[in-house]
Antibody
Framework: EVQLVESGGGLVQPGRSLRLSCAASGFTSDDFDIHWVRQTPQKGLEWVSRISWKSGNVLYADSVKGRFTISRDNAKYSFYLQMDSLRVEDTAFYYC???????????WGQGTLVAVSS | EIVLTQSPGTLSLSPGERATLSCRASQSVSTISLAWYQQKPGQAPRLLISASYTRATGIPDRFSGSGSGTDFTLTISRLEPEDFAVYYCHQYDRTPPYTFGRGTKLEI
């Protein structure tokens, strides 16, 4: 059974950094992408970033490009979202999600809350 | 960026009734790149439909997806009490940004 568990959320001041982790288990294939998606009541669901498990290729939404870095640790089956220069508008619930062969987001973690406030 | 507009914003129905939820894209989306998710309070989204009409594992056959181009539909044939939730469409066509609709709240 695929499981994704996020951690690392919390309250942080604007301009500071935070690193989210996503611990994965139960994968049976090595050809997939891990995505970070965030959610707020105001903006709804917003895709943030994606990393390929196999190639390490990464993509970012324009709203986080240059501030966020997605990475993976193949040995630990873990994924990370390093968030620098945080802004109030980055406040959201952050989910990691795994895609299927059809590229839809088949599995989601339970999410972790990031609050950026002074 | 492809904008997805979902309608209605809120749909009030009763158990046993049929629900029809719409998702309209600002430009054409490949049918293999459109998904629907269900989200209940305090939970993560759950995949219902991928590639416009393919039910995800374990999803009952009362859920069906259809559509092409810019117009897609999620239909729930006979509502069960556990179906009352928020539903989102999602496109993952071509290159990012992948986008989501703002959701349709299905309420009793």
């Amino acid at each position: 059974e695929v499981q994704l568990v996020e951690s690392g959320g919390g309250l942080v001041q604007p301009g500071r950094s935070l690193r989210l982790s996503c611990a994965a288990s139960g994968f049976t294939s090595d050809d997939f992408d891990i995505h970070w998606v965030r959610q707020t009541p105001q903006k709804g669901l917003e895709w943030v970033s994606r990393i390929s498990w196999k190639s390490g290729n990464v993509l970012y939404a324009d709203s986080v490009k240059g501030r966020f870095t997605i990475s993976r640790d193949n040995a630990k089956y873990s994924f990370y979202l390093q968030m620098d220069s945080l802004r109030v508008e980055d406040t959201a619930f952050y989910y990691c999600a795994k895609d299927g062969s059809d590229r839809a987001l088949h599995f989601w973690g339970q999410g972790t809350l990031v609050a950026v406030s002074s | 960026e492809i904008v997805l507009t979902q309608s209605p914003g809120t749909l009030s129905l009763s158990p046993g009734e049929r629900a029809t939820l719409s998702c309209r894209a600002s430009q054409s989306v490949s049918t293999i790149s459109l998904a629907w998710y269900q989200q209940k309070p305090g939970q993560a989204p759950r995949l219902l439909i991928s590639a416009s009409y393919t039910r995800a594992t374990g999803i009952p056959d009362r859920f069906s997806g259809s559509g092409s181009g810019t117009d897609f539909t999620l239909t729930i044939s006979r509502l069960e009490p556990e179906d009352f939730a928020v539903y989102y469409c999602h496109q993952y066509d071509r290159t990012p940004p992948y986008t989501f609709g703002r959701g349709t709240k299905l309420e009793i």
